[in-house]
């Protein structure tokens, strides 16, 4: 069976972004961003997408690319006989699965909250019955369910009618109206009275704050923030690279995926600082600012049963790309392993990442004196531990020595197909800093992750 492709360039740019465009975009971005000394952070930030992320992403696009197939079987083909590269798709599919076991979960409150916010729960809503309906949604297993599996069954449902008129068709036009909301909201937060005072304590460089927190811990903050953004590590990328032709090279490609992703998450703060500002609201991290925080700024806001709604369908939009990506790798995988056509692996993995995801739908309500690792960590807080600090970050260790070393792929071969095409060339002297410089980096955010965990 031939292999699909892209119907455009335009497509190939628009999924990718997509995948790497997620919740972590506008739920944490903008909060350490605006804690970590504001333009100096996002300075630091930009520095690591383009010496880190940049040559990794750059990697997993040509092995799939090279290799014309996902994870599954990418590596078997491109190493020398009797190596063992291909044991990384053990990591990369558990990657895939594991981070669909929460995904699909929190992106089932996206669309509760837009169906909440269009429908006008929240009118009249105060601090605290805005809390109670969050926190109510939680305690309630058949809500959570409902929603997680409409998620799946939207997801995969785009992923069976095929990569061109399924994923490629949906994903852009899901993608240019996620660019078009989020630059409406942002006019709209930055015009609103007050709304430049957030705008300074977000982009204007604080050194004040960067001495309170150490430049150190600035840096690194940076550093985490710019690999974990681009879902690199675990083959989401590479199964996009495999649907690429060779007319353009790859770190042109790589360079504009960096720039929508980059953009999205500046936006996202550019929407909520100011917001926050003008009604004089504390601008806090993770789900408590998506579900609780926004509401109550909406709620203050003339037409902000409209503004919510656009909010909330905008996140779903953001979610919902990085599903379908990952549920396409899912798929593929299952497609290049088992050799089932793609109707048969669709309908098998989504009944799997449903029954998968309910440990995590549970551990909300049912579940929730289970901790695990420490005090008052959820079933999430593990599925989320195991993708972003260990599962990512050794993944594209892997990437990074198998491209470099000649008991891998190789640089040369590596090179070569990186170059393949019109556009700007990845420069072949950097084989010091990507063999021996970029895999320490890796392994400091490993590392890292490890130590602030536990």
Not at 172 to 194: D, E
Not at 342 to 354: E, G, S
Request: aromatic content about 14%.
């Amino acid at each position: 069976m031939a292999r699909e492709k892209f119907s455009s360039r335009l497509g190939f740019i628009l999924i990718s972004a997509g995948c790497a465009i997620g919740i972590g975009n506008v739920w944490r971005f903008p909060y350490v961003t605006g804690n970590s000394g504001g333009g100096i952070f996002v300075l630091f930030y930009i520095i690591f997408l383009i010496i880190m992320g940049l040559p990794i992403l750059t990697m997993e696009y040509s092995v799939g690319r090279a290799s014309r197939l996902s994870i599954a079987k990418g590596y078997k083909k491109l190493e020398k006989p009797g190596q063992k590269w291909h044991l990384h798709a053990i990591i990369g599919v558990a990657g895939n699965y594991l981070l669909m076991m929460y995904y699909t979960v929190v992106s089932g409150w996206m669309l509760d909250y837009f169906y909440k916010m269009l429908s006008g729960r929240f009118a009249g809503a105060d601090v605290e019955t805005v809390k109670g309906i969050y926190h109510g949604m939680l305690a309630n297993p058949g809500e959570l369910t409902f929603w997680m599996l409409l998620v799946v069954v939207l997801g995969f449902g785009i992923c069976v009618l095929g990569l061109q008129k399924g994923v490629e068709k949906i994903t852009k036009v899901m993608m240019v109206a996620l660019i078009g909301i989020i630059m409406l909201l942002a006019i709209k937060s930055i015009t609103l009275p007050g709304g430049v005072e957030g705008l300074k304590f977000y982009l204007v460089p604080n050194l004040d704050t960067v001495k309170e927190v150490g430049l150190g811990n600035v840096i690194v903050a940076a550093m985490n923030q710019s690999f974990f953004t681009l879902s690199i590590g675990i083959g989401a990328m590479q199964i996009f690279g495999s649907y690429m032709d060779r007319k353009r090279t790859l770190l042109g490609e790589t360079l504009i995926v960096e720039a929508l992703d980059t953009f999205v998450a500046i936006f996202s703060g550019l929407i909520i600082f100011p917001a926050c500002f003008a009604f004089g609201v504390e601008a806090d991290s993770g789900p408590s600012l998506i579900f609780i925080t926004l509401p109550n700024v909406f709620n203050s806001m003339a037409g902000g049963r409209i503004w919510g709604s656009l909010f909330f369908i905008f996140m779903t939009f953001a979610a919902m790309s990085t599903i379908i990506a990952v549920f396409e790798n899912i798929i593929s995988f299952a497609m290049d392993s088992f050799g089932w056509s793609r109707r048969k692996a669709t309908l098998a993995n989504m009944i799997v990442v449903a029954a998968l995801s309910m440990p995590c739908v549970l551990g909300f309500n049912l579940w929730s004196g289970f901790e695990p690792l420490r005090a008052g960590n959820s079933i999430m807080d593990l599925e989320d531990f195991l993708v972003s600090n260990l599962l990512l970050p050794l993944g594209s260790i892997i990437y990074i020595l198998f491209c470099t070393s000649r008991y891998g792929w190789g640089w040369d071969k590596f090179i070569k197909e990186a170059n393949c095409g019109d556009g700007p060339k990845f420069p072949k002297k950097l084989r010091f800093y990507c063999a021996y410089i970029l895999p320490l980096f890796a392994a400091v955010i490993l590392v890292y992750g490890l130590i602030t965990y536990f």
